[in-house]
């Protein structure tokens, strides 16, 4: 990587540990520049305003989630095994990266007032259920699946996972796994038996 890369990622990196630590309404390029160890020119040099380095945190965060979720479930040969390790990993986020639920709260809470913001919210959201609804789709195709059945699931798994996420970030006192097994429990009753 060059200079340019290696400045940005400690900028994203910095303003990363900001929001979790301020939260997003909170926050500066002061901040952020203190924290990444740099001037607040450096900041300006390398991304156009405050807003663009908040979106480039959020486009890392969602890239590194998504790549863990392609790594652990493209590879699966059957929609419907893809299926169960997808509930696997929905249910595991709140445990395994609670500082992404965090950053992701911070942003959701932010997305009524910038319109950018909001637009990488829904582009993401939208890639997760494409992602979803493909793997579904080929069930359908081969008949494993009921299209009537798959038709909103994917919307149904993300909010889900979203809201078992956002309780579990506010109150950890209850086991997300054992729900998330429950859920998932009653998807397959309600996708694969008659």
């Known amino acids: 990587m060059g200079t340019k890369e290696v400045r940005q990622e400690q900028v994203i990196e910095a303003t990363r540990r900001c929001i979790l630590e301020k939260g997003l309404c909170q926050l500066s390029v002061k901040d952020i520049a203190a924290e990444a160890g740099v001037s607040t020119g450096i ?6 305003n405050k807003e663009d380095v908040l979106l480039q945190v959020l486009k890392e965060s969602f890239r590194k989630s998504h790549m863990q979720v392609m790594k652990t479930v ?10 169960e390790k997808h509930m696997d990993q929905i249910h595991r986020v709140p445990e395994d990266n609670p500082d992404f639920l965090r950053v992701l709260v911070n942003y959701i809470g932010a997305a009524p007032y910038h319109p950018e913001i909001r ?51 506010m109150d950890p006192s209850f086991d997300a796994e054992e729900i998330g097994a429950q859920f998932k429990d009653v998807l397959q009753r309600y996708l694969f038996e008659e």
């Open 74 to 83: 493209e590879s699966l040969p059957t929609p419907r095994e893809k299926l």
């Open 43 to 48: 900041i300006y040099h390398y991304f156009k």
């Open 119 to 169: 637009h990488i919210l829904v582009k993401f959201f939208r890639n997760l259920r494409a992602y979803l609804d493909r793997y579904l789709q080929a069930g359908v195709e081969e008949g494993t699946l009921d299209r009537k059945k798959v038709e909103f699931l994917s919307i149904m798994v993300y909010s889900f996972g979203l809201g078992l996420g956002i309780m579990w970030l």
